[in-house]
């Protein structure tokens, strides 16, 4: 869509020399000289882009954690610059090349080369080789398997590489970090499934989530034409029919796409969860958030709002044993408070992520919705070890959301009163969030007050700069909240009564035009009517020459006398 749109206003023009001359240059490939697994020094060959996406995701994430400095803003700063310029890169290779030639820039075993030769973080991993994938409806048992298998084996190779290169700093006579983190790998496959793991890493956003309002945006925009370029209009025309059908065809494509998933993601779905044992059922939400929620919704907004899309999924599908409700409750516990430590780019991510839980929670309290998609689901059982019929009610959900509306605010709180970075990622978020968040009186007046003592405490312009917009914003929530002003009879002037209101308006102007006289029915004193628009000019009117009006002879009456009362006026001879 960003390309169609691109082509159309002619923002991003390239020419087929600069276009052909970067993919020859990102294909063409290279010797890379590296150590091994063993310790030994051997040569491949990758090609340019490969090692472009690689180099900077082992970049970004040595500057984070190998860096001694105090200066954190700095530091967060450099770091989302890295982030950004690799998911540039390999969204830019996505959108451009089709996915049979984005996969022959990847090496024969991606998956294992950029976990044992790079070392890369299991986020950057998929997110290198997800569109090189095939769809997973596509996919036979055994590459189904085997799918799995390696999945499984790019999270078990980094748990063992943090054991053995984490200094143990925490380690002493009641603790071993080492053996914790040890038992922590042989721990994980107990509480969530290697399938589970495959298939929220494999899918993307696409494959789940067809986004129809901005389709129908774009097709509206693209309609509407521009007077001003009347000349090009035969040219323009042919290229918005094209571009038109380009997104129209992409639409259908991502919906089929979409239908072919649910289909086979429906038939295993009811035994994704069957293999844990019942007594770490509770226990499931807490590995799901650490090793799969966590890393993705931090990565960046579009899988922020694919992690939203991915948990509606498996409750449209009735998966046994995904309970929400606790989900929630652990959601509030563990990542609400990294707000406190995480860099700007992620706090961003973050207040996308709780803006679309938002919009889902709140879809979920109409009551046609709650009973259509959410009562006697598994997603909403009481009972998380045992499957049964017993779900919450509406009420009792409501007061689930009031909770979630307090925590925030509690967290925003303690944000506030820390050092910069903190203060700054807590508004941040709420920016992102004040579609949604907050919607009841008393916490916009609490946050408004805590913006105002943080501007009055805080030395830095920016960060004054940031809530004082804050503070407007909520505001205008206010205002929208306030009740409809009535009449002094009772009637309301509300958005109801604007019609009404208006009518009588319409009416008064109507009576008070029809009792002024027109010009053309004036009389003159000599009886005479009034000469033509033309001669007026020249014909003296009724109060010039020497004649007054009746106010002007009462005002000089009024003046004419003098302090003692008398009246000196001359009299007038008749």
């Not at 969530?192 to 789940?208: A, H, K, N, R």
């Not at 992690?307 to 999924?313: C, D, E, Y």
Request: proline share 3%; hydrophobic share 30%.
């Amino acid at each position: 869509m960003r390309i169609e749109a691109a082509d159309y206003t002619d923002k991003l023009r390239s020419s087929k020399n600069s276009e052909k001359g970067l993919k020859a240059a990102l294909t063409k490939e290279i010797k890379y000289s590296h150590i091994n697994a063993e310790g030994e020094t051997v040569s491949d060959m990758f090609s340019i882009a490969f090692l472009y996406m690689s180099l900077i995701a082992k970049n970004s994430k040595t500057l984070l954690y190998n860096t001694e400095t105090s200066q954190l803003r700095f530091l967060s700063s450099r770091h989302d610059e890295l982030h950004l310029l690799f998911l540039q890169i390999s969204e830019f290779l996505m959108f451009a090349e089709l996915p049979s030639v984005y996969t022959s820039l990847l090496p024969t075993n991606p998956l294992h080369v950029l976990s044992r030769t790079f070392r890369l973080y299991p986020e950057q991993i998929f997110q290198t080789v997800r569109h090189s994938l095939k769809p997973l409806y596509q996919l036979t048992t055994e590459e189904y398997d085997t799918k799995v298998h390696e999945f499984k084996d790019v999270i078990d190779y980094h748990l063992e590489q943090i054991a053995k290169c984490k200094d143990s700093e925490c380690s002493g006579d009641y603790f071993d970090e080492a053996k914790f983190l040890e038992e922590q790998k042989a721990r994980v496959w107990n509480y969530i499934t290697p399938e589970l793991y495959m298939l929220f890493w494999y899918l993307q956003l696409s494959d789940i989530y067809c986004p129809e309002n901005k389709y129908a945006s774009s097709i509206k925009k693209l309609n509407q034409e521009d007077p001003n370029e009347s000349q090009k209009k035969k040219s323009k025309d042919k290229t918005k029919k094209k571009s038109i059908q380009i997104l129209k065809d992409e639409k259908v494509t991502i919906r089929k796409s979409i239908e072919e998933h649910e289909k086979y993601i429906q038939e295993m779905s009811k035994t994704l969860l069957l293999k844990i044992m019942t007594k770490n059922f509770q226990n499931i939400r807490v590995y799901f958030l650490q090793y799969c929620m966590y890393p993705r919704l931090m990565f960046s907004p579009r899988d922020a709002v694919y992690v939203v899309k991915f948990i509606m999924l498996l409750i449209k599908m009735r998966t046994p044993y995904f309970n929400v409700i606790g989900l929630i409750g652990t959601l509030l516990k563990e990542i609400l408070p990294c707000i406190l430590c995480c860099t700007e780019k992620e706090s961003h991510n973050l207040g996308i992520f709780f803006l679309e839980l938002f919009k889902t929670l709140k879809r979920w309290q109409n009551k046609s919705h709650w009973e259509k998609e959410c009562d006697k689901t598994p997603g909403f059982d009481k009972n998380i070890v045992k499957e049964s019929r017993d779900t919450i009610s509406l009420k009792e959900f409501d007061k689930v959301i009031k909770a979630f509306n307090r925590k925030i605010l509690g967290i925003v709180d303690i944000c506030l009163k820390r050092d910069y970075m903190a203060a700054r990622n807590a508004i941040i978020m709420l920016q992102k969030l004040s579609p949604m968040y907050p919607s009841s009186k008393d916490i916009i007046t609490e946050l408004e007050e805590h913006m105002k003592n943080l501007m009055n405490t805080c030395k830095e312009d920016d960060l004054k700069t940031l809530a004082n917009a804050y503070i407007s914003v909520l505001q205008r929530k206010l205002r929208a909240m306030e009740p409809v002003k009535t009449h002094s009879r009772g009637q309301s002037f509300g958005k109801d009564d604007s019609s009404s209101l208006r009518k009588r308006e319409n009416k008064y102007d109507a009576k008070s035009k029809s009792r002024e006289r027109p010009r053309s029915s004036r009389r003159s004193n000599r009886g005479s009517t009034s000469p033509d628009r033309r001669d007026r000019s020249k014909t003296p009117s009724k109060y010039q020459r020497g004649s007054r009006s009746p106010n002007m002879r009462a005002e000089k009456s009024s003046r004419s006398k003098s302090k003692d009362g008398k009246d000196h006026r001359k009299r007038s001879k008749h």
